[in-house]
């Protein structure tokens, strides 16, 4: 690697790119002269933001921002009507290309034109509007990965209502507790579908939750008081997109925090659509007759952003609903080679469980890899790059938030990548600030905005003061992201987990990510999350947890490993080998469900972990650890 870098791109390479061609077009030489402009000039850059995306705004706005409010409460681009399914769908209706390309478990395709998904939405549009949702209304979508969760998705925001995407993985719980928390009268849902083999019947989840109307797909036998999907597309009067303003909400995304209360996050039509379309087209190089696959949910942030961002850009987005390795690791490969996928999103999971099992093809057709849900440790980074990528395909590594509905951090295919990395986001003002509020380089600290941006959740659903305490308390004028980040004076950050996760042992802090790249380093480890726990000696103290190989013969190479590389002062007190770890169904480890559950607490809400017979596991390993 030269001077740390595994990746250099070739002159001609980064003349290809969308951000080179941004770069130039706007007298820059340089990529650092670009960002810099983007972050001081903040009219001038989203003003350009809406031209070079070719964003069609019914209406001018008056002012790319007003803080007036204050900044905490900054509107965007006022005055001005927009509407995000135009631009994704309606503006592109007399193309033949496809907007959406779909996949499931059993083979089965269906691909979708823009002219088609215009013709789908408007109808559903319509009957929307018959069945009396109106603008404001929001509207559930508890549905797989599909082209009617999409469909759905887009009708709802064409006619100005607020799409309100659920995991599809939630049980009644959960579900209700969002229904009740936005005040949800309908919900889409569907049949069912399959995943690893398994038919998974959602509306049986869905018809046991009250206060809600379903909108069933797939079903030959509805009840009473339920709504046929098909009939909706079929017999609805096709309907334009509403001329919504720009602050109008159009998404609300629940988050649940490191408290495990789910939150809901409101994100609106203008600030939305500009940023999330910036982001895919200048981090993952998007363009037309580009095919977008990034591996998650509706319910979760990556999935409306991948969907907007692709299709507002001409490009098409694909879709799968069943399990990435079933029937074999070999599906991913199927899929990108059956599907003509230029554009691939993982997690870093993900690619540990290859790395582990050994799987090594290349990904042929991959242009550009993004990741996100969690940060990386070298390992399975360089795993990806060298191997499934063959040196040569960039990694566009971001990170940000179902709260932003977009990216504070993105490395892009136009600048030299170090293992881990990620860049500081365009127009973002990103930095890192030490706990007196002091920007810091070369050392570990809060990952911030120094200004408010234009995704930005526009609050908490009916919790304004929930609000301010999560992300300005800190800092007062600048937004907290809760992420442990370290920045070097070159724009290039480093992520080690939550904040909240941070472990003190010793009188020292240490991120749990560096525990576990450590650990990671043990071929017989495949993934590794560590948390902190009580001690009466050191503060606290470090627990491993990992899947792989069982025996004391792993348990001692990791607490050497970890030794070796960060010190005896971080040696593990217990290390605990466990079948799999507590996970979202997009690969992101639940720490915070690890604490607790080692510490006999109450894990709160556990409705979005995949496998939840691991807890019971937890438990008992704990118990056996301690001595109990």
């Given at each position: 690697m030269k001077d740390g870098f595994s990746y250099i791109p070739a002159k001609n390479s980064v003349e290809r790119t969308n951000i080179n061609y941004l770069m130039k077009k706007h007298g820059f030489s340089t990529m650092k002269e670009l960002y810099d402009w983007?972050?001081?000039?903040?009219?001038?850059?989203?003003?350009?933001?809406?031209?070079?995306?070719?964003?069609?705004?019914?209406?001018?706005?008056?002012?790319?921002?007003?803080?007036?409010?204050?900044?905490?409460w900054t509107k965007w681009f006022t005055g001005g009507t927009v509407n995000i399914v135009y631009n994704a769908v309606e503006k592109w209706k007399d193309r033949e290309e496809y907007a959406v390309k779909f996949e499931d478990e059993n083979?089965?395709?269906?691909?979708?034109?823009?002219?088609?998904m215009d013709k789908l939405t408007g109808k559903l549009a319509g009957s929307l509007l018959d069945l009396g949702i109106r603008k404001g209304d929001r509207v559930g979508i508890y549905m797989p990965l599909n082209p009617d969760c999409v469909i759905a998705f887009y009708a709802v925001m064409r006619i100005g209502a607020v799409s309100v995407p659920i995991f599809s993985g939630y049980g009644r719980d959960a579900l209700q507790t969002r229904i009740d928390d936005a005040g949800i009268k309908y919900l889409f849902t569907s049949e069912s579908y399959r995943r690893k083999g398994k038919?998974?019947?959602?509306?049986e989840t869905a018809r046991s939750v009250e206060n809600v109307k379903l909108i069933i797909s797939g079903s030959t036998e509805l009840k009473e008081s339920e709504i046929s999907f098909s009939e909706l597309l079929e017999n609805g009067s096709?309907?334009?997109?509403v001329h919504t303003e720009s602050e109008d909400p159009a998404i609300m995304l629940y988050t649940s925090g490191t408290t495990g209360k789910p939150k809901g996050t409101v994100h609106v039509h203008?600030?939305?659509?500009?940023?999330?379309?910036?982001?895919?087209?200048?981090?993952?190089?998007?363009?037309?007759?580009?095919?977008?696959?990034?591996?998650?949910?509706?319910?979760?942030?990556?999935?409306?952003?991948?969907?907007?961002?692709?299709?507002?850009?001409?490009?098409?987005?694909?879709?799968?609903?069943?399990?990435?390795?079933?029937?074999?690791?070999?599906?991913?490969?199927?899929?990108?080679?059956?599907?003509?996928?230029?554009?691939?999103?993982?997690?870093?999971?993900?690619?540990?469980?290859?790395?582990?099992?050994?799987?090594?093809?290349?990904?042929?057709?991959?242009?550009?890899?993004?990741?996100?849900?969690?940060?990386?440790?070298?390992?399975?980074?360089?795993?990806?790059?060298?191997?499934?990528?063959?040196?040569?395909?960039?990694?566009a590594n971001v990170s940000g938030g179902t709260d932003i509905i977009g990216c504070f951090l993105a490395s892009t295919p136009a600048i030299p990548l170090k293992p881990r990395c990620l860049y500081r986001g365009l127009g973002m003002n990103v930095s890192v600030f030490d706990d007196g509020g002091n920007e810091i380089h070369d050392r570990i600290g809060y990952l911030v905005a120094i200004e408010h941006t234009p995704s930005m959740t526009r609050g908490i659903w009916k919790q304004p003061e929930r609000y301010m305490e999560s992300y300005w308390s800190k800092y007062g004028k600048s937004w907290n992201q809760g992420d442990w980040a370290e920045m070097d004076k070159d724009g290039y950050f480093y992520l080690y987990g939550r904040a909240d996760e941070v472990i003190k042992t010793s009188g020292k802090r240490i991120g749990p990510n560096e525990v576990e790249d450590s650990v990671l380093r043990?071929?017989?480890?495949?993934?590794?999350?560590?948390?902190?726990?009580?001690?009466?000696?050191?503060?606290?103290?470090?627990?491993?947890?990992?899947?792989g190989k069982e025996g004391e013969e792993t348990i001692s190479h990791i607490k050497h490993q970890v030794e070796k590389s960060l010190g005896k002062s971080f040696s593990p007190k217990y290390i605990i080998n466990l079948s799999t770890l507590p996970k979202t169904k997009n690969g992101k480890i639940l720490r915070r469900v690890l604490r607790t559950t080692f510490l006999g607490q109450d894990p709160g809400d556990i409705s979005n972990i995949e496998d939840k017979s691991v807890i019971e596991q937890i438990r008992e390993k704990a118990a056996a650890a301690r001595g109990n």
């Open positions: 983007a972050d001081s000039s903040r009219n001038e850059f989203w003003n350009a933001m809406v031209r070079d995306l070719n964003i069609t705004f019914f209406r001018n706005y008056n002012s790319v921002f007003d803080d007036s409010g204050g900044k905490q083979g089965r395709k269906q691909y979708i034109t823009f002219n088609d038919e998974i019947r959602m509306a096709y309907t334009e997109s203008g600030g939305t659509l500009v940023n999330v379309t910036k982001e895919v087209k200048y981090y993952m190089d998007a363009r037309p007759g580009d095919t977008l696959f990034w591996i998650t949910d509706l319910g979760w942030m990556m999935g409306p952003w991948a969907i907007i961002g692709a299709n507002c850009l001409g490009a098409s987005i694909f879709l799968y609903d069943g399990a990435i390795d079933f029937p074999n690791p070999d599906r991913l490969w199927d899929l990108v080679d059956g599907n003509g996928i230029t554009l691939l999103g993982v997690s870093p999971t993900l690619i540990r469980n290859y790395k582990f099992k050994g799987v090594s093809r290349e990904l042929k057709g991959i242009r550009v890899f993004g990741s996100t849900g969690e940060p990386w440790d070298e390992e399975s980074w360089l795993y990806l790059f060298n191997v499934l990528g063959s040196g040569k395909v960039p990694i043990v071929s017989d480890a495949s993934e590794a999350a560590v948390i902190g726990i009580p001690d009466e000696v050191k503060g606290e103290a470090i627990v491993v947890f990992y899947t």
